[in-house]
């Protein structure tokens, strides 16, 4: 049984850059089993797809976050450590974030089948 958990600051300011972790435990083998994403859901609005890094190390991104946002991937010590860097913040980008796996990555944001709770990011002065 494969968990996600997301951790991260919770209020950043505007301008400034946001870092998220996803901490992933349980299956052993979950590192060559699935591709990671970053998934967000603003007040009011949809799941938008943020990045993914693949099992193979690539990473690809949203086109209308990819100037800003950068995802990584820790596999040491046997464990599994996704992060998200997400610069130049902006009101717009309040949100709660999500760390979600999926064997393949090219679906829709709920078609996932592995995500963490989600944390809350506030963009305030």
């Known amino acids: 049984h494969v968990q996600l958990q997301e951790s991260g600051p919770g209020l950043v300011k505007p301008s400034q850059t946001l870092s998220l972790t996803c901490t992933v435990s349980?299956?052993?083998?979950?590192?060559?089993?699935?591709?990671w994403s970053w998934i967000r859901q603003a007040p009011g609005k949809g799941l938008e797809w943020i990045g993914v890094?693949?099992?193979?190390?690539?990473?690809?991104?949203s086109p209308f976050l990819q100037s800003r946002a950068s995802i990584s991937r820790d596999t040491s010590k046997n464990t599994v450590t996704v992060y998200l860097q997400m610069n130049r913040l902006k009101f717009d980008d309040t949100a709660i974030y999500y760390c979600a796996a999926n064997p393949l990555w090219r679906i829709r944001p709920d078609e996932f089948a592995l995500w963490g709770q989600g944390t809350q990011v506030t963009v305030s002065p």
């Open positions: 890094i693949t099992r193979d190390w690539r990473t690809y991104y």
């Open positions: 349980g299956d052993s083998i979950t590192d060559t089993y699935y591709d």
